[in-house]
């Protein structure tokens, strides 16, 4: 691990659409691999937002079969385990690389915030630890997360639920199964009640690298829609009525392919 | 009907986004109504669009029971109707409002376009004559309709259709039933060919009212999503394949609301 100072060297945050390519073209899952070390990895899966048994399971096949040094699931059901189960703690401190799998967004807020493992995870981030989480894990990612919502175009009063998330950063607003799942309408929603924050909202087999100079750069097969607010000269949320649409002027909007890239600190997009 | 120079004096143009209240609040006809001459209305129903039989007579119906002077369906079914029957043509002219209705619009432009009705409806609203479409209707408004094409948040390579439309305006292109039918997609796809003109995504009961100084002003209930590609830095149309999603740079996006504005020459809204 790198001995920059913390501001300089944070790791790889990688919030995934949902749907990555396992097993024919795993692109997404091989940059987090590439970025936690390559051969040298040691990666450990968080399979908490599932409510299967077998997904953490699954992904540590998936890793060590794409040849990372060592994948471990930390099966974490509760919060007991997440605050007295020291074999996790000591598993985390040694990995070189973070997944969070999908399932239930809230699963993971509930049963991780505010116990030592949320905080070791930030911290191992801090100190250059890249963490990826795909689907609920990339909604949980952020300082704020989507807890919930409908879908649709049109952004309407009420039709998003936030929440407080991991905390890894607090410039992105994440939402996942973008375009599958039509949800530009709760992304513009959830950042209308406060736009500082830039919405991405990530297709399925697509993810968004966050580096730690603050620039993401799209990877995979699909899209990455992102929403810059910090030109926004009005939203009408304040008077909107429930379910009523909300209106929004100067929306910056960016439809992103594999390797182009957008500067949160310049707003600008690198193609 | 006012006698100033041409350019100063256009008729209103309105395109509606498809199921505008008939009955309980109809602001959008009433709307048109109003801008036609109200009480004093001569209203021309173009029922083309339609393959119902009755379009024509309930738009009528309707327009009447709302108080005009008078209302004419004008039931145009043929290429040999819109080129030789002169009751149309003389109907035509002493109307102060032109109505079309849904259905679709590949019969309006198949069945009205080179005709003397087509030539006719644009003279009479450069005149002053106001003219109203809906759905279909307000498809074949402008210089370029939407013919067809597929829904979805992403625009996608091939994924919309362009046809020559009515041409009373080159600097719109409308799409209907926009945040029902989840059409932003094809808005931009159909946009990113030529980025000169903007988009209005108009969504049911709501309508656009363009005035002769290339103002719009939404009336209705629902959403119309502006897209403004005056300041678009990059189409990876050209390179995309079929069915691919297609990269854009800088999109500027209003949602407006019932009153608010949105100036064609300045790209500003006022709200």
Do not use: W
């Amino acid at each position: 691990m790198p001995s920059k100072p913390i501001d300089d060297q944070r790791g790889y945050i990688m919030p995934i659409g949902g749907g990555e390519d396992k097993f024919a073209s795993p692109t997404v899952l091989q940059k987090f691999i590439d970025l936690s070390g390559g051969n040298d990895a040691i990666i450990a899966v968080i399979p908490t937002a599932s409510k299967l048994e077998d997904t953490g399971d699954i992904y540590v096949d998936i890793f060590e079969k794409m040849g990372v040094k060592e994948a471990h699931n930390l099966k974490i059901e509760s919060r007991l385990d997440a605050t007295t189960n020291k074999d996790y703690q000591d598993t985390l401190s040694k990995c070189t690389g973070i997944f969070m799998t999908g399932g239930n967004q809230l699963l993971l807020s509930t049963t991780l915030g505010g116990t030592p493992i949320a905080k070791l995870i930030r911290r191992l981030n801090a100190k250059g630890v890249s963490v990826a989480g795909t689907s609920a894990g990339a909604a949980f990612i952020s300082g704020f997360m989507i807890a919930g919502g409908q879908g649709g175009l049109m952004p309407r009063c009420n039709m998003v639920n936030l929440a407080p998330g991991l905390g890894l950063t607090n410039k992105l607003l994440v939402d996942q199964h973008f375009s599958q799942r039509d949800r530009l309408g709760r992304l513009l929603a959830a950042l209308s009640y406060n736009p500082y924050m830039v919405g991405v909202g990530i297709d399925e087999d697509t993810g968004v690298l966050l580096n730690s100079s603050n620039v993401i750069e799209v990877i995979g097969s699909g899209m990455v829609t992102v929403i810059d607010f910090s030109h926004l000269k009005h939203s009408s949320l304040h008077n909107a009525r429930n379910n009523a649409p909300i209106s929004l002027v100067d929306i910056r909007m960016h439809m992103l392919l594999e390797g182009q890239k957008f500067d949160l600190k310049t707003s600008l997009v690198e193609f």
